[in-house]
């Protein structure tokens, strides 16, 4: 069995390799997953499995710590692995580094959902969040839509979104703190959102027509970014549905409440790459929520191993 270390895959991926290998991965069999979510407080243990016929097989276990980047010495909020199995004998394959596939994961599904449903050529991202995968969204949005040339940075909390925006400098972008969320919002083509709120800050009644919305940070069942209003707005859409509906504050909450009804839920990933579902024009607001799931982790953990390979 092969132990697998984040620097030794992470130099062999690129944004669009895995976007195309999660397009992929939807064309293939519907998965088997499996979700357990335990722990104390704001701490959590999160396994997740999902097999997949033809593709393979996989559990990732990983603690999410939201306070361990505040410790002395810092430490990562999610720590890990993915163990990788062979379909055929049921062998373990490898061990991989949980951070390196949650990292290319989880921008890797928003990058392919706002392929799907963001309006062609879109010129201002909006990163609403100063951590890691904020920093990556940040990376990686340009990867794949060349045509942004102005990156937008907003946090509670200002001194971390100078220092991410100061990191970004140099990328040839324009990177700008936004003081005002409702004026950057408004001038925003795509608004990425990766926190750790509770409430939700982000308000449907600052978008612009046309503006799609990629929301990440919500993961567990009492967590949200968007507002009732920004649902009601916007033309829905999830990665999966069988790790959203149920499982998701973000959507769970509202579909509770009846703000919202299943029927709203216009398609996941596996429509949208079918083509069977998308955006109903170039004004319609779209929203997609990003609630990851093992099936994900399993299709860019097999694209490290045949890389590796």
């Given at each position: 069995?092969?132990?697998?270390?984040?620097?030794?895959?992470?130099?062999?991926?690129?944004?669009?390799?895995?976007?195309?290998?999660?397009?992929?991965?939807?064309?293939?069999?519907?998965?088997?997953?499996?979700?357990?979510?335990?722990?104390?407080?704001?701490?959590?243990?999160?396994?997740?499995?999902?097999?997949?016929?033809?593709?393979?097989?996989?559990?990732?276990?990983?603690?999410?710590?939201?306070?361990?980047?505040?410790?002395?010495?810092?430490?990562?909020?999610?720590?890990?692995?993915?163990?990788?199995?062979?379909?055929?004998?049921?062998?373990?394959?490898?061990?991989?580094?949980?951070?390196?596939?949650?990292?290319?994961?989880?921008?890797?599904?928003?990058?392919?959902?706002?392929?799907?449903?963001?309006?062609?050529?879109?010129?201002?991202?909006l990163v609403c969040g100063a951590g890691t995968v904020a920093g990556q969204l940040a990376e990686a949005y340009p990867a794949v839509f060349a045509s942004i040339t102005t990156i937008l940075v907003w946090n509670r909390t200002s001194a971390r979104a100078e220092e991410l925006a100061a990191s970004l400098k140099g990328s040839g972008i324009d990177v700008?703190?936004?003081?005002?969320?409702?004026?950057?919002?408004?001038?925003?083509?795509?608004?990425?959102?990766?926190?750790?709120?509770?409430?939700?800050?982000?308000?449907?009644?600052?978008?612009?027509?046309?503006?799609?919305?990629?929301?990440?940070?919500?993961?567990?069942?009492?967590?949200?970014?968007?507002?009732?209003?920004?649902?009601?707005?916007?033309?829905?859409?999830?990665?999966?549905?069988?790790?959203?509906?149920?499982?998701?504050?973000?959507?769970?909450?509202?579909?509770?409440?009846?703000?919202?009804?299943?029927?709203?839920?216009?398609?996941?990933?596996?429509?949208?790459?079918?083509?069977?579902?998308?955006?109903?024009?170039?004004?319609?607001?779209?929203?997609?929520?990003?609630?990851?799931?093992?099936?994900?982790?399993?299709?860019?953990?097999?694209?490290?191993?045949?890389?590796?390979?």
């Open positions: 069995m092969r132990i697998v270390g984040f620097d030794e895959a992470d130099r062999l991926l690129s944004w669009r390799s895995v976007v195309d290998a999660l397009a992929e991965g939807h064309r293939a069999a519907a998965p088997e997953i499996g979700d357990l979510l335990i722990g104390r407080g704001e701490n959590k243990l999160l396994s997740r499995a999902a097999w997949i016929d033809g593709l393979g097989i996989a559990l990732k276990s990983v603690t999410v710590f939201p306070d361990n980047p505040r410790a002395e010495p810092p430490r990562p909020s999610v720590q890990g692995s993915v163990l990788l199995f062979d379909p055929q004998s049921g062998a373990p394959r490898a061990v991989i580094d949980g951070p390196l596939v949650t990292k290319w994961k989880t921008v890797g599904d928003s990058l392919l959902g706002a392929s799907l449903l963001a309006r062609p050529e879109p010129k201002t991202l700008r703190v936004a003081a005002d969320l409702a004026e950057a919002a408004a001038a925003a083509d795509i608004v990425a959102t990766a926190t750790m709120a509770s409430e939700p800050f982000l308000r449907g009644a600052w978008l612009s027509p046309g503006t799609h919305v990629d929301l990440i940070g919500a993961f567990t069942p009492t967590m949200r970014e968007a507002d009732d209003a920004l649902l009601e707005r916007g033309e829905i859409f999830v990665d999966s549905r069988k790790t959203t509906i149920g499982h998701i504050g973000e959507i769970e909450i509202p579909l509770r409440a009846g703000t919202i009804g299943e029927a709203d839920i216009r398609g996941d990933l596996y429509d949208l790459v079918a083509g069977r579902a998308g955006r109903s024009g170039p004004e319609a607001i779209t929203v997609f929520k990003n609630g990851g799931g093992a099936h994900l982790d399993l299709m860019v953990a097999e694209l490290i191993a045949r890389r590796l390979a």
